[in-house]
């Protein structure tokens, strides 16, 4: 383990913290607070405009998807996304813009329409329907559906529009008017708050927010969407006299990005200001408090309760990352480090921790960079769009980029999934088209004889006859089911549940098309505009629409109706209840379909996919319990999201259930007895899970961090054995067996029952008992960090070597003091540490840009430790080296506060680095050499290093720096 390592562990422990309130901040119950998946509805992402989306992250390398054709001119703002279409705003000749929607599969534009208009149209595009700034007085919202535009509705604003933002159905428009709330299809307004507003407004939750001139200064005010009052409000800094505001809703911080009047230096884009944000969940009852103005480049980014921005001071200008009560502000570059990403945040974006800015790629789990396109510095919008990145360029251009590797990944065949409904199955495509019809397979394609010919079908026309089949290459279809309840899977698992989404909105939508046919009994306009709004977003019919909303301008026009009869009232409201219990229920009833011994994923996935939207039922967390054995199934309320990953593990490993034995015999296993020990020196409630290599031991109330370790260890152990099968010997029976604890102070008080006293004063990520036949891991709860988890991979291959390697005859103690060949025992364990782990595949890779290669490629040749040196190296001499300090030195794959390195650090990054080198390079030809070296020197005979390996220390050195220096792309430092 490297010596810095408690350090850098709690700051991604902190990173990590980060992260679960960025998750938990995705599951939120407030409206608007993050963009869904395949949806990227307006200016920020979401109605309360926090640039984060649901969607999986391009982790890259990225390779260009294709490029907007047909646009009627260059592009502004932010491409929009709904589903499998994007709509871009362009601009025309003078006094001209228009709107036009681009097809995500291939980037045609199937559709454009032209305003009259100076002013930008700043549109919401959700579900469908554009709803947009028109004229300078009017808001108008466009339907798209068939590849055509057609108007919806329309309303002429008393005064200059400043702002608008859509919701549903709610239109909320800023104006020196007021703020003013419609509901689509209603010509009045619902509320008017008669008080001028200026810049855009955002909602979260109850409230709608918006910012109100006062002469110089300016007020923030949280409006109550039902009835328009201000539930708080409060006075912030100087605002520029226009319509620049733009504000964020993070979960307590309300962040208002507004101009300045006097900007200061380094082209600064405006004020910043935070107001403290408290909420009474269940209350239309809000506080503001507390503003505190900052100077920005750009715009903020929400990152879980935090936010990143290029922050300018007096001196200096930084990429940072901000708790939003300022309590915590992380440093992760400047022009010193990294000037490269210390650039205006305009359009950037994130997706699950990733940020995205100036084409650039940066996951805040590890600090790494993933990737970086060149030529698109400082330059445009980037928008996550299912399995692409949208990028308006600078000079009005709309590109996609994809993840390069995942192109044309064909899909796998899952027997035993879901049952199909009454139209006889579904075909959903990479592309969100979806396709109702027969379906069989036909070799490597699926052909389907449609019911219908979807209006998102390539090339459908409106009206056209439905042909006799159609074929689609295999590798195109993300999901399939039909009446031999056979389902097609994408080897992306995270895509199942979307594409049933997309299958359940479209059944919806005839189910609305026919309340709207019954609709027509109505006389009451009110219950009729409820309609016929529900409707509207769920995709119904046109021609049904058409009639319905024909029907409320004449009751209103002809002050008709007023109410109906208790019969039709009935009637409607008991199949509005239905629609919105079906709707619900749609996606669970397929997740309650799957049977419990279908193979493969399918019902984690679907049960996992229900879960995710935020819904709960009692039918599907039984469900969840059912796929647990009966030993680890939880008692009382549990997360059934932390359940499922768990049993998703149970489902695709070969895993025992240990117990401990009832009394010891010759039937009693290694692992039960270990399993027994626990809980008599531990506590009662542990379990084993077994895996073929090792067993991991925990109380069961943390089933995802047992999982990720169960996956891990087996990895980790596999891969040793493979590389260290040399001999039949065996050093100690049973496998490596890991004490998994998910509090510290109990891991604590085990640790010093048994006289060992933890290595860490707090936080212990991974220990373990050099004497002891066990691992003690410490993880926090809910770990999903990469990189603590492997730092306990690095610490299952230590012990593991000392204790388990086959190679190594019994009895053969390693004293890391005298060992010789120190080089090759520490750098296989940081070589452990920095793999790239694929936990659901169960494999592992070479990191290319692993932190080892990174200080071997940077640091000049005098800085290293000569390699002749380190390859004589003894652990006594190696732990000398931690009183000398080194360099300054700053990371260039990754963003964090430059670290002053010390010898043995940097010792250990090239013990690493060689040991990479070795098991990666020369097509593998050194690695059994190496695996011979390391069973040798831990046995106390160590070879001759020239002898060996063929070279001398100092030749090898020299190409594991080229090696380095290659795989992290660096020149030699000057």
Known sequence: ???????????????????????????????????????????????????????????????????????????????????????????????????????????????????????????????????MRVAPKKVATIRFRNNALTDVWSVDVPDRVAGAIAFGREVYVTSPAGVLRYDIGSPKPTWIHAEPASGRPALRGRHVYAVFPKGRTAELSALVREQGHASARISIHSVAQDDSARISVLDGTVVVQHGMEFPRSESIAGNTTKVRRKVARDTDAIALM???TSHVLGRPVVMGTRWAAVMCWLETTQLVISEEDGTDTEF?????????????????????GVLYANGRAFDTWSRRVLWS?????????????????????????????????????????????????????????????????????????????????????????????????????????????????????????????????????????????????????????????????????????????????????????????????????????????????????????????????????????????????????????????????????????????????LAATLRTMPVKIVLPPKKDGPDVTHAMRQVGIAQHRWRKDVLGVETPYMVVVSPVSGPAEMARCVATGEIVVKNLEEMFALGSRTRVKGPLVTLLFHDYADYAKHAAARGYRPSRD??????????????????????????????????????WMA???????????WEAQSFEGYWAAIGLYGAVSQMRFDLGARTWSQDPEAFSLDVVASLPEAELVPWADLAAM????????????????????????????????????????????????????????????LVACHEGRPPEFRS?????????GAKVVEYARRSVGADAPK
Not at 106 to 124: E, I, M
Not at 777 to 793: H, K, Q, R, W
Not at 805 to 812: D, L
Not at 879 to 886: E, P, V
Request: proline share 6%; hydrophobic share 45%.
């Open 874 to 933: 003894r652990g006594a001499q190696h732990r000398a080296l931690d009183a000398k300090t080194g360099r300054r030195f700053v990371s260039r794959t990754r963003l964090e506060v430059p670290q002053v390195l010390s010898r043995s650090t940097v010792a250990w990054s090239q013990s690493t680095a060689m040991v990479m080198y070795m098991l990666d390079a020369e097509g593998g030809a050194l690695r059994r050499k190496y695996a011979d070296y």
């Open 948 to 956: 060996h390996f063929g070279m001398t220390a100092a030749a090898l």
């Open 373 to 645: 396109v060149p030529g698109t510095d400082g330059a445009g919008v980037w928008v996550p769009a299912g399995r692409l990145l949208l990028h308006r360029t600078r000079d009005g251009r709309v590109v996609a980029w994809r993840d390069r590797d995942v192109a044309g990944a064909a899909p796998t065949e899952i027997s035993g999934g879901i049952p199909a409904a009454a139209v006889g199955g579904a075909v959903v495509l990479h592309d969100g088209t979806t396709i109702l019809g027969r379906i069989r397979r036909d070799g490597a394609d699926v052909v389907v004889v449609p019911a219908t010919v979807p209006a998102t079908a390539p090339g459908a026309a409106p009206g056209a006859a439905p042909p006799a089949e159609q074929r689609l290459p295999l590798a195109s279809v993300a999901y399939a089911e039909d009446d031999a309840a056979r389902v097609l899977l994408a080897p992306a698992r995270a895509d199942l549940w979307e594409a049933v989404y997309s299958v359940v909105k479209e059944r919806a939508a005839a189910a609305w098309t026919r309340l709207l046919r019954d609709a027509m009994a109505s006389r009451d306009p009110e219950r009729l505009s409820r309609i016929h709004g529900g409707a509207l977003l769920a995709g119904a019919a046109d021609a049904e629409l058409t009639q319905i909303d024909a029907r409320i301008r004449m009751l209103r026009r002809e002050n008709r109706g007023g109410g109906d009869d208790a019969v039709v009232a009935a009637k409607l409201d008991k199949s509005l209840e239905a629609i919105g219990e079906a709707n619900r229920r749609q996606y669970l009833d397929r997740a309650l379909s799957v049977p419990d011994d279908a193979s493969g994923l399918a019902l984690c996935d679907l049960l996992l996919g229900f879960f995710m939207t935020g819904e709960d039922d009692a039918a599907a967390r039984q469900r969840v319990l059912g796929l647990l054995p009966a030993e680890f199934r939880p008692s009382g309320d549990f997360d059934p999201v932390e359940w499922l990953e």
């Open 332 to 352: 992760l570059a400047d022009r010193s480090t990294h000037p490269e990403w210390v650039q205006p945040l305009d359009g950037a974006s994130q997706a699950r």
């Open 290 to 292: 507390e503003p505190v």
């Open 1 to 131: 383990m490297r010596a810095n390592g408690s350090a850098v562990i709690v700051r991604f422990v902190a990173a990590l913290h980060a992260l679960l309130l960025l998750a938990a901040s995705a599951l939120a119950q407030e409206d608007g607070s993050i963009a869904p998946h395949s949806g990227w509805s307006v200016e920020g992402g979401c109605a309360a405009r926090t640039s984060a989306s649901r969607e999986r992250p391009l982790r890259g390398p990225v390779a260009v998807a294709w490029t907007a054709a047909g646009l009627p001119g260059p592009a502004v703002g932010e491409p929009l996304c709904s589903g499998p279409f994007a709509l871009v705003e362009c601009t025309g000749g003078p006094g001209v813009r228009w709107i036009a929607v681009i097809r995500l599969a291939d980037g045609a534009v199937v559709a454009k329409r032209s305003f009259k208009t100076d002013a930008p149209l700043q549109p919401t595009f959700e579900g469908g329907l554009a709803t």
């Open 762 to 799: 707090r936080g212990a990520d991974t220990d373990y008992l050099p004497a002891e036949e066990e691992i003690f891991a410490c993880l926090p709860p809910g770990t999903a960090n990469t990189f603590v988890l492997s730092e306990y991979a690095a610490v299952v291959a230590q012990q």
């Open 803 to 813: 204790e388990r390697c086959p190679s190594i005859g019994h009895g053969a103690v």
